[in-house]
């Protein structure tokens, strides 16, 4: 696939902060939120040139939080980052086809829930309505290691990242396996105090099922069937929840199966924004 070259980042002052964004191509806008700790450029990989490539404006932003938006250090809520959301496509000519992982996938929801005038259609990735106890644990476990300033010896955070987020399809080969503990690596493990503001927000073990009843756009739901980090059984349970959503799942992939299986993830959203009405 011959990759467009990169548009430049754009910043706006929405909804009380600064949005850093890059917004190129032409056509039906694609508005794409990153999950949690991770800037917009991460679709760059490989979302972004496929739906380039397929006939979308797509707009990637980084969310409240992570520089150069507004890292809003004093503490924020799930809220915020929706009113971030629908503020940038109204900015952009709204409304929009919508695409989210993680933390950026429940934004969607709860998006599509409070602004349907704004979605066209959503589509959520390793996405979630409720939080398990092990998650919680988890999470509560990575906020005290940030409060209590401790630093992990490099190779054991890049091991410990890579089991949490990806397929043992994608560490059986060893030189795959070390190239992704490289790449871990060199990312590092600080995190900024608008990154531990995105880990602490209060939403985030609310379970929002019963209320997904309520969404009415048209929704598709990807789940990665070897997601450690937000299992997938989690994922069908918002499938379950949103009347009419799509559920699709797919193998040898973990929470990052957005990089480790591009190419069926990128098939996927280019046949389900297709489906959208124009």
Same mark, same amino acid.
């Given at each position: 696939?011959?990759?467009?070259?990169?548009?430049?980042?754009?910043?706006?002052e929405l909804n009380?902060? @600064?949005?850093?964004?890059?917004?190129?191509?032409?056509?039906?806008?694609?508005?794409?939120?990153?999950?949690?700790?991770?800037?917009?450029?991460?679709?760059?990989?490989?979302?972004?040139?496929?739906?380039?490539?397929?006939?979308?404006?797509?707009?990637?932003?980084?969310?409240?939080?992570?520089?150069?938006?507004?890292?809003?250090?004093?503490?924020?809520?799930?809220?915020?980052?929706?009113?971030?959301?629908?503020?940038?496509?109204?900015?952009?000519?709204?409304?929009?086809?919508?695409?989210?992982?993680?933390?950026?996938?429940?934004?969607?929801?709860?998006?599509?829930?409070?602004?349907?005038?704004?979605?066209?259609?959503?589509?959520?990735?390793?996405?979630?309505?409720?939080? @398990?106890?092990?998650?919680?644990?988890?999470?509560?476990?990575?906020?005290?290691?940030?409060?209590?300033?401790?630093?992990?010896?490099?190779?054991?955070?890049?091991?410990?990242?890579?089991?949490?987020?990806?397929?043992?399809?994608?560490?059986?080969?060893?030189?795959?396996?070390?190239?992704?503990?490289?790449?871990?690596?060199?990312?590092?493990?600080?995190?900024?105090?608008?990154?531990?503001?995105?880990?602490?927000?209060?939403?985030?073990?609310?379970?929002?099922?019963?209320?997904?009843?309520?969404?009415?756009?048209p929704a598709m739901?990807?789940?990665?069937?070897?997601?450690?980090?937000?299992?997938?059984?989690?994922?069908?349970?918002?499938?379950?929840?949103?009347?009419?959503?799509?559920?699709?799942?797919?193998?040898?992939?973990?929470?990052?199966?957005?990089?480790?299986?591009?190419?069926?993830?990128?098939?996927?959203?280019?046949?389900?924004?297709?489906?959208?009405?124009?």
């Amino acid at each position: 696939m011959t990759r467009p070259a990169p548009a430049r980042p754009q910043t706006a002052e929405l909804n009380s902060i @600064t949005l850093s964004y890059t917004d190129a191509g032409s056509g039906p806008l694609v508005v794409m939120i990153m999950g949690t700790g991770s800037p917009g450029r991460v679709w760059h990989a490989h979302q972004q040139p496929a739906l380039l490539a397929a006939g979308y404006r797509v707009v990637t932003f980084d969310n409240r939080g992570i520089a150069p938006s507004s890292e809003s250090a004093d503490g924020f809520t799930m809220a915020d980052m929706v009113a971030d959301t629908a503020a940038l496509i109204e900015h952009l000519g709204g409304p929009a086809r919508v695409v989210g992982t993680s933390l950026g996938a429940r934004i969607a929801q709860e998006l599509t829930l409070a602004r349907p005038d704004l979605v066209v259609g959503a589509a959520m990735l390793a996405t979630y309505g409720r939080i @398990t106890p092990l998650v919680a644990a988890f999470s509560a476990g990575e906020l005290e290691l940030i409060d209590a300033g401790t630093t992990l010896p490099d190779g054991y955070y890049a091991a410990i990242t890579a089991e949490s987020n990806l397929s043992p399809a994608s560490l059986r080969d060893d030189r795959a396996a070390r190239d992704w503990l490289d790449i871990i690596g060199f990312s590092g493990q600080q995190r900024t105090a608008g990154v531990r503001a995105q880990m602490a927000l209060p939403e985030r073990d609310e379970n929002r099922l019963a209320a997904y009843r309520a969404i009415s756009r048209p929704a598709m739901v990807v789940g990665f069937a070897d997601d450690r980090t937000l299992p997938v059984h989690l994922a069908r349970e918002v499938a379950e929840a949103i009347p009419g959503a799509r559920y699709e799942e797919i193998p040898d992939a973990g929470h990052w199966g957005y990089l480790e299986q591009p190419e069926q993830v990128n098939a996927l959203l280019v046949d389900f924004l297709g489906s959208l009405p124009r």
